[in-house]
């Protein structure tokens, strides 16, 4: 399952960042790694971005990153 398939109201934890190269550093820079715990808030009406909360901050992530966060139901 990915961060696109988490519903809103949802939580997941991050199993796998499938990214390689700069985005995977700047997805790990933004405090998504391996066990970090993400809450989708909100979805943009067109379906793009989405409002994640991960560390405890919001984090606006595009679809096409989404879909590179392997995660798991937390």
């Not at 991050?14 to 909100?42: C, H, P, Q, W, Y």
């Not at 990153?65 to 798991?72: G, K, L, P, R, Y």
Request: net charge neutral; aromatic share 2%.
């Amino acid at each position: 399952m990915t961060l696109n398939d988490v519903e809103i109201g949802n939580s997941c934890t991050v199993v796998k960042l499938n990214d390689v190269g700069e985005i995977r550093r700047r997805i790990m820079d933004m405090g998504i790694t391996k066990g970090a715990t993400i809450s989708v808030r909100k979805i943009a009406p067109l379906g793009d971005p989405i409002d994640v909360t991960v560390r405890g901050y919001h984090l606006s992530l595009r679809r096409s990153d989404a879909e590179n966060i392997e995660v798991v139901p937390a």
